[in-house]
């Protein structure tokens, strides 16, 4: 039963779930934490992160990628493919059904919200100013950044000094914590393509009260965008040969 697939799967539930959930309690209308702002949200994240890292190591997956651009920057970095799609899979459909148990969480929630942009937010990421072009450069930014600090920290210079291998999801989910303060304001950070793709197609199929479209048309940007930052940071971390 633990298996890295299973781990992929259980982590990036978790991840979901937390982290779509602080937005759920920031934007829902009569929620304890509505209107309570950006810096919420990210600090949410950041410990969804931090979570969903320890469950996926729990749960049978010890590298605990829970993002397919992760594990596309280590498949560029080794050669090897193999866990690429099955991977993907797993962490696509514990997002899906992340944001499933958050749309259950806070039932009562999405009839009292009249906006369909706030409960898609919850879900999916969005600009905050539409163009494509640069929303996608954004996210190729930020999901570079991503991958390339995380090598740092779990690379062999910085674990010669410290800190302890338990510490890493902790650094990691700070991380995340500055991305979304520096660099999220753009288009929302998602610099994960399964945390964008997994809740927007939950969007689509669930029967969210009073929802409106999935904005399928700006959707490839937080899944193709993260790939390709990825894929530069797996580059350049190989040639670095941290």
Same mark, same amino acid.
């Given at each position: ?14 991840? #979901? %779930? /937390? ?41 049978? @997956? ?5 993002? *397919? ?19 993907? /899979? ?25 906006? *369909?942009? $706030? ?8 600009? $905050? #100013? ?32 410290? *800190? ?6 902790? /650094? ?46 700006? @959707? ?14 797996? /580059?350049?971390?190989?040639? %670095? $040969?941290?």
């Amino acid at each position: 039963m633990l298996t890295p697939w299973f781990g992929e799967f259980m982590g990036t539930l978790v991840l #979901i %779930l /937390l982290g779509n959930g602080v937005v759920a309690g920031a934007l829902l209308k009569k929620s304890k934490a509505e209107n309570s702002g950006w810096l919420v949200i990210t600090a949410g994240w950041a410990f969804a992160v931090m979570c969903g890292v320890f469950t996926a190591i729990a749960c049978g @997956s010890p590298e605990a990628h829970i993002n *397919p651009a992760v594990t596309l920057a280590l498949a560029v970095k080794t050669g090897n493919y193999s866990h690429f799609f099955p991977f993907f /899979l797993a962490q696509t459909c514990g997002a899906f059904l992340g944001a499933t148990l958050v749309w259950i969480h806070y039932l009562p929630h999405w009839r009292e919200t009249p906006e *369909p942009t $706030a409960k898609l937010a919850v879900f999916s990421t969005s600009p $905050a #100013i539409r163009s494509p072009g640069s929303n996608f450069v954004s996210e190729v930014i930020g999901t570079f950044v991503l991958v390339f600090v995380v090598s740092a920290i779990f690379s062999k210079g910085v674990s010669t000094l410290g *800190p302890a291998a338990a510490l890493g999801p902790f /650094l990691v989910g700070s991380l995340v914590w500055g991305i979304g303060l520096s660099l999220g304001g753009t288009t929302g950070y998602a610099i994960n393509p399964a945390r964008d793709l997994g809740p927007r197609i939950a969007h689509t199929i669930l029967p969210i009260a009073g929802k409106g479209r999935s904005d399928w048309g700006y @959707s490839y940007i937080p899944v193709f965008g993260p790939l390709v930052g990825g894929a530069l940071a797996g /580059l350049f971390v190989k040639f %670095l $040969a941290f």
